[in-house]
């Protein structure tokens, strides 16, 4: 046996528990009887003051596994696939190629081709910044912030398809069913805010992209975990707003009625807690209509601040809008914010099989502003340290024309380009490679899972360790197998 | 800004609670009951499958008694002196003590450990790996309370520990809870009080068999079948594309329960309607079993995506039926239950002859997923024109596709949009030479004329099933860490090693068969008299449903990872009591309905909470929230929208515009359902992967990719809101109130009653009148509402209250 010494380093399971217990906490289903032993003899109203349910919440802050560097995350999906090569994966060799038919392998919606046409990048790129990193002209903006920007060039994904590539990007997997990354970080640290769900998501005005809601499912877990949807315009959460006719006196006089009535009806069942934490959602639920809309209020930002972030331009708007409320949720500590860039089919998105320059300079003009904008905003309010920005979407593009003619660029997921910013990222720096036409990367190549384990690892989770008993199995979003954090991509 | 009060999402979570067994009588302790659980908290994270910290590992009889690394033995059984694991355990040296995180062992814990050891520290086998054992239904003191023998096995327990049974519970919380726990929707206000005014000393068996025979049986339980064989009707992935005839599947699972189909035909015809000696539609039907899971039409990886769906059928199957979670091993041997990787692609291998979903190349489920169920001749007509329909439309498509590659890139792009007919109307011609277009135009003519003809048939009536099969699958390989690109040995179909039955041989079938009779044979085994646990597995399910959990906690794993039984006698009593009874279930329903702890009393006992406050012990019953379909169908039975028409074609619930807007297809897959329709039981809304009505999701409504033991009860503040502000509630509530005008008349008094007897099957109470009064008042005379406003109101208040979502 050890002696008390070598144990100090023994890792116990997530959280301290053992996996039984665990399964015991997190299983299903059990209902009132199970609850008891969780619930403090004051019971739910006595405490529920301090802010501290005595109830047993799924979202309650947790205490970090490990030193954290952050505290949220803003993952800006640049959904459909921006090309590597045309925006921050330089690649001066190509220029003067275009047209030229090349030997390479790649593998795209198209299927597997081992030769294609150049299409030559379609942009410039200049030397930005103290670390002098080459970005395209179709960020402007953004090459602003690359001092505060550590660049992946050389992620590589599973999937080449949109459907799996998604789910891949944000669930670790392949299939459907299994919880999104928000999900796992949520799971993990819970949730400090009072008011906010502690993983939202925020869709293009184009619409929502394939897969729909299983991007933001919570899979196997209690949907408690599950990505909400947050509006900037209307209801900003689903049924949030009340019925037009319903004033809010109303309400309130349905809620005194209705807490009066279930008063009586608890008091004849005073163990049964459960009772008592429905009750309190409901007051929960008033209060929140009153104080989700201040988030959404865009009124409390100076001109200037609306300004930076495109605001006043139809082409940044909406995507603006929506940097700038996750500004503001940071601001009120939700945990783990995603941004869709582009949505829908084709090119509402940055999907380039056609006229390349056309939807690139569309998504890259739609979002450049905005988001050196928040980089830019999150650093003046001291809060880019704690927020880690994650830029990228489900895989990159091929160096090779789709079609005969034209410029359009099939899927790459053999290599492509991922960024990170603040929550203790190493600025300035540039990770890994793509070969020199940036068909798959070459150096140091990164699956999607390093990317996930560097996003937990930030905030204090160990990748390895943050686990979920399900089907028989310790899940975790790594997978089986110990997966490390992109050591080169931390400060 | 930030209340004190959080967002928080309450999540009812179960906590981890032994029973104190020391106060039992019997002084045994049991291997898998007290030590390995307490090895495996404590002492496996060291000295386990993973770590054998100085040479010893606990999890293995063989390892206990080794030689450690300094000569000692950590047990030495019969000789509890000379075993170093309690010297360690009790050392008073904090350095030398072990565990070395942590609290010391429990003095009560040391002393099993003892008594463990010097019984001959014996590592009996996993429960559920034993046969299930004939127990007479054991003596008790309070023989009144026991006729039932369910009743014996949960007093002789709660006598053990001192405690006692709950008194019944009132008859008007009784029908309630049958009425719920039976059909899954309240009793008519005329129902109730037919029981309630129903004197005779036989009037609980038969509102029992009155139930039972209510063809709203069926429909609860196929619901609860349903969340196991992950019940969908879409594919997910992009197109989340439709499962054509799948509500069928439900339907046919809806008749069963309502027939009481003994379980061994239940099981036989999911598993191996194709295979049966007589093959029926109801049978064919059945497979649909294996159709029902996510399936990616493009998958980056097709023969690894291949796999993945054998692994949905292989985990979905042994969850089930057996209660095994053999995922793991898909990768390699499973860590703790004795489950190897042969014995995963073993029972793989019993499947090989299942084709995919659809062929990638077509998308189109019809060749191995629908079954033609119309008259031969019909089908073979069918299948005649549909074939020369796909080969003039390949021609069509070749030609298309020359002209294509000469077009623009953005018009190619297109011509992989759903707009290419439209492209290719309008552009092919110039992209053709007159030869090439005079040859499309010749196959199209073609191509409309034997499509007429397809639909002059009548319509064809199709199932979602196993097709085709491949009657000589390709032999199985293990794959090596579950990689699909490097198989391993070959393995021959067979049943799990713990199960303790040979291999089955299987003789090969005609190449012209329809299928390879692997899956009949595993099915007949499922249901043979010597499996072990496909019995216990489906009586635990009647339980955990009627009595809010299993008496194995967790439904779809009786592994080693999996919790014990709170009643293991009582569990082995019934799955011998329902293979008896011809494998019948509703007997089984009724012999629980009719026991007395089903018809305990849900109230609290300071004495009781306190010795055991999970009521692991069952001395009441458990209150429970309903489920998100009851909460639905029963705010439509208040309503008296309420449509009881079964069966067909599952119907679309209203969706908010913002929740279709999430689709990158708004509306796409989404139909509009008349009013009536959606006054139908939520089990026929339709299901769609990527578009789960949030009503349901709110409520716990579970992901239905993969099989769901047991709902999620989650109180958040998501559920005020759907019932508060969601349409589907508001409109209930109008609805309420123009019912409650009608029968009440103008009354004020007689509507509060009436909206109260309506809504929560009971007379209201003065303070209720006086609340209500008050309510109505305040909001015509302050809030200016006109009286029916205010009524609709009060009645949506009425459907919020805690105790029309909560049962006794």
Known sequence: MRSKKTNMSVKQNFCGRTRREFLWETGCGFGAAALASLLSVGGFFGSSASGAPAIANPLRPKPSQMPSKAKSVIFLFMYGGPSHIDTFDYKPGMVGMDGKTVAVKTFGRGGHKSEGCIVEPRWKFRQRGECGKWVSDLFPHLGDCVDDIAFVHSMTAESPIHGSGLLMMNSGRLQSGSPALGSWVNYGLGSPNDNLPGFVVMLAREGGPINGAKNWSSGFMPASYAGTIFRANGSPLDDLSRPQEMTRPIERDMLDSLGRMNAVHHAARPDQQELAARIATYELSYRMQAEVPDVVDLGQETEATKKMYGLDNDKTRDFGTRCLLARRMVERGVRFIQLYSGGGHNDDNWDAHGDLIANHSRHAGATDQPIAALLKDLKQRGLLDETLIVWGGEFGRQPTAEYGVGTGRDHNSYGFTMWMAGGGVKGGATIGATDEIGSAAVEKPFHVKRLHATVLQQLGLDPNRLSYFYRGLDQKLVGVEAVEAIRELIA | ?808
């Open chain 2, 1 to 808: 800004m930030l209340s004190q009060v959080r967002f928080a999402i309450f999540a009812l979570i179960a906590g981890a609670v032994s029973i104190g067994r020391a106060q039992a009588a019997e002084p045994s302790v049991a291997f898998q009951r007290d030590i390995k659980p307490l090895l495996a908290r404590r002492c496996f994270s060291c000295h386990g499958p993973n770590k054998h910290e100085g040479g010893l590992r606990l999890d293995k009889p063989e390892g206990a008694v080794a030689e450690l690394d300094s000569g000692k033995h950590a047990i030495v059984p019969k000789n509890v002196d000379e075993s170093e694991l309690v010297a360690r355990v009790t050392a008073a040296d904090e350095s030398e003590r072990m565990p070395p995180e942590g609290k010391a062992l429990t003095p009560a814990e040391v002393d099993a450990l003892k008594r463990w050891i010097a019984s001959g520290a014996k590592y009996e086998k996993h429960w559920a790996f034993v046969p299930p054992e004939r127990h007479a239904p054991p003596e008790v003191t309070n023989k009144d309370w026991a006729q039932n023998p369910i009743d014996a096995f949960v007093l002789a327990n709660l006598e053990q520990n001192g405690m006692e049974a709950a008194p019944p519970a009132d008859r008007r919380t009784l029908a309630r809870r049958a009425y719920f726990g039976v059909t899954g929707l309240p009793p008519t206000n005329e129902q109730l009080q037919a029981f309630l005014d129903d004197a005779s000393d036989d009037a609980w068996p038969r509102l029992v068999d009155s139930l039972l025979a209510s063809s709203h049986f069926g429909e609860q339980w196929a619901r609860h079948w349903l969340d196991l064989v992950r019940f969908a009707e879409t594919n997910s992935f992009e197109r989340d594309g439709l499962k054509p005839n799948a509500w069928k599947y439900r339907d046919y699972v809806i008749r069963s329960f309502n027939d009481d189909k003994p379980y061994d035909q239940f099981v036989r015809e999911q598993l191996a309607g194709d295979e049966l000696e007589h093959v029926t539609d109801d049978s064919m039907i059945a497979t649909g079993y294996y159709r029902l899971g996510t399936w990616d039409d493009e998958p980056a990886d097709p023969l690894q995506a291949r796999f993945d769906d054998f692994d949905d059928v292989v985990s979905t199957t042994s969850q089930v039926f057996l209660g095994l979670t053999v995922g793991c091993a898909r990768c390699h041997d499973h860590k703790i239950d004795p489950i190897p990787q042969t014995d995963y692609y073993g029972l793989l291998a019993f499947f090989a002859d299942i084709t995919p979903y659809a062929d990638v190349s077509e998308r189109d489920p019809d060749r191995f997923s629908q079954w033609d169920m119309s008259k031969p001749e019909d089908r073979a007509h069918r299948a005649e024109l549909h074939s020369s329909e796909d080969k003039i439309g390949k021609e069509m498509h070749a030609i298309e596709e020359v002209g294509v590659a000469r077009m623009s890139a953005g018009e190619q792009e297109i011509a992989r949009t759903p707009d290419r007919s439209r492209l290719i109307q309008e552009k092919l011609q110039q992209h053709l030479n007159e030869s090439e277009w005079a040859q499309w135009q010749d196959s199209s003519k073609r191509f409309s004329a034997v499509q007429e003809e397809i639909k002059k048939l009548p319509p064809p009536e199709a199932a979602l099933a196993l097709a085709k099969c491949n009657p000589r699958p390709e032999e199985t390989h293990i794959l090596m860490r579950g990689n699909a690109h490097v198989p391993g040995d070959v393995v021959e179909p067979h049943f799990p090693a713990i199960c303790g039955d040979e291999a089955p041989k299987i003789s090969l079938a005609a190449a012209d068969a329809h299928s390879s009779g692997r899956r009949r044979v595993l099915a007949d085994w499922m249901v043979s008299p010597r499996n072990i646990l496909t019995a216990r597995v489906i009586v635990n399910r009647v339980w955990q449903h009627y009595f809010g959990r299993g008496l194995v906690r967790t439904a779809n794993n009786f592994g080693e990872l999996g919790t014990p039984p709170t009643h293991p006698e009582l569990l082995d009593y019934l799955a011998l009591w329902l293979v008896d009874h011809n494998w019948q279930l509703k007997p089984l329903h009724r012999l629980i309905l009719t026991s007395n702890a089903y018809r305990m009393s849900d109230a609290g006992n300071s004495q009781a909470l306190a010795t055991d406050p999970t009521n692991d012990l069952l001395w009441r019953f458990d209150m429970r929230r309903l489920s998100a379909e009851e909460i639905h169908d029963a705010a439509l039975v208040a309503s008296g929208e309420f449509n009881p028409k079964m069966f067909g074609q599952g119907y679309y619930p209203k969706l908010a515009q913002e929740v279709l807007a999430t689709q990158s297809r708004p509306g796409n897959g989404w139909g509009k359902s008349p009013r009536d329709d959606r006054s139908r039981r939520s089990i026929y809304m339709h299901v769609k992967r990527s578009l789960l009505p949030p009503l349901l999701t709110a409520f716990d409504f579970p992901d239905v990719d993969a099989t769901c033991e047991a709902r999620f009860v989650t109180t958040q503040p998501a559920q005020a809101l759907a019932l508060l502000h969601g349409d589907f509630l508001n409109d209930q509530a109008s609805k309420l109130a123009t019912r409650v005008e009608k029968e009440a008349g103008s009354d004020l008094k007689a509507q509060i009653a009436e909206s109260i007897r309506l809504g929560l099957d009971r007379p209201a109470s003065d303070e209720e009148i006086a609340e209500g009064l008050d309510f109505l008042n305040r909001l015509t005379s302050q809030c200016g509402q006109k009286s029916t406003e205010a009524l609709k109101y009060w009645c949506l208040t009425v459907l919020n209250l805690n105790e029309f979502v909560y049962l006794d």
